[in-house]
C-alpha cells in the first residue's frame, strides 16, 4: 500500500507569514497533485506536478516535486485570510489509484 | 456547464438501514470514482466505474457495500445494513478520460449513522 504522509497536520499563522507544507512517502509516484478543500466542499485541484524536480508556482503558491517522485512541497508566501482550508496531496502510484495524504488544516488568521 | 452533483447532501440512517449515495458526474465524463472521508483524515479511494462497467473496486468493503454506474442515469453507491463506523463523508469525482488526469469532485455527501 503506498502512503503519503503530510505534516504538519494543523497550521495555525498571522497574515502575511509564509509556510511549507510537506508530503512525504517512501514510494515513487508518477504525478502529485495538490488539493484544496474547503468546509462542506469536495477538493479543488490546484495543481499537478509532473517531474522530478519539477516547479510550479500558482500566484502566492509554489509547488515543487522531488526529484525522487516521492515527495513535494506547498509553499505560500504573504498567506492571507483567503488561503485558509484544507490541503491535500494526492498521487498516483503503482495501482493507477489516486491516494491522498491525510491533509494539513491551515488557518490565517487577520 | 454543471459540475458533479452528488445527492443528497445530509443522509441520516438508523443502524441496519440502506444508505443510497448518488453522483451525477459532469456531462461527457464517463469515468466515476468513489471516495471516502472519515474526519480529519484524506480521502481514501473506493472504486472506479465506468459505464455499465466496474473497473476497480480494491478499495471498497468486501461486504455490504456496492456500486454501479448504469448506461443511464447517476452512479449509485449503496451501503446495505448501515454501522456506526459507515458514518463519513463520501465523495464522487469524474473526469472524460482514463488515466492520471484531474478529477473534478462533487461536494459529497455527509452520512451519519445513528
Known amino acids: 500500500t503506498q502512503l503519503l504522509e503530510q505534516s504538519p497536520q494543523f497550521l495555525s499563522i498571522q497574515e502575511g507569514e509564509n509556510l511549507t507544507v510537506y508530503c512525504n512517502s517512501s514510494?515513487?509516484?508518477?504525478?502529485l497533485q495538490w488539493y484544496r478543500q474547503e468546509p462542506g466542499e469536495g477538493p479543488v485541484l490546484l495543481v499537478t506536478?509532473?517531474?522530478?524536480?519539477e516547479v510550479k508556482k500558482l500566484k502566492r503558491l509554489t509547488f515543487q516535486f522531488g526529484d525522487a517522485r516521492k515527495d513535494s512541497s506547498l509553499h505560500i508566501t504573504a498567506a492571507q485570510p483567503g488561503d485558509t482550508g484544507l490541503y491535500l496531496c494526492?498521487?498516483?502510484?503503482?495501482?493507477?489509484?489516486?491516494?491522498f495524504g491525510s491533509g494539513t488544516q491551515l488557518t490565517v488568521l487577520p | 456547464n454543471a459540475g458533479v452533483m452528488q445527492n443528497p447532501r445530509h443522509l441520516v440512517r438508523r443502524r441496519g438501514q440502506e444508505a443510497r449515495l448518488r453522483c451525477s458526474p459532469m456531462?461527457?465524463?464517463?469515468?466515476v470514482y468513489w471516495y471516502r472521508q472519515l474526519p480529519e483524515e484524506g480521502l481514501k479511494f473506493m472504486v472506479y466505474?465506468?459505464?455499465?462497467?466496474?473497473?476497480?473496486e480494491s478499495g471498497m468493503p468486501k461486504e455490504r457495500f456496492s456500486a454501479e454506474f448504469p448506461k443511464e442515469g447517476p452512479s449509485i453507491l449503496r451501503i446495505q445494513q448501515v454501522v456506526r463506523g459507515d458514518s463519513a463523508a463520501y465523495f464522487c469525482?469524474?473526469?472524460?478520460?482514463?488515466?492520471?488526469?484531474?478529477?473534478?469532485f462533487g461536494p459529497g455527501t455527509r452520512l451519519t449513522v445513528t
Open positions: 466505474l465506468q459505464k455499465e462497467n466496474i473497473i476497480d
Open positions: 469525482a469524474s473526469s472524460p478520460w482514463q488515466g492520471e488526469g484531474e478529477q473534478y
Open positions: 514510494s515513487v509516484f508518477s504525478s
Open positions: 506536478v509532473v517531474t522530478g524536480g
Open positions: 494526492a498521487g498516483f502510484g503503482s495501482a493507477r489509484q489516486l491516494t
Open positions: 456531462k461527457g465524463h464517463s469515468h
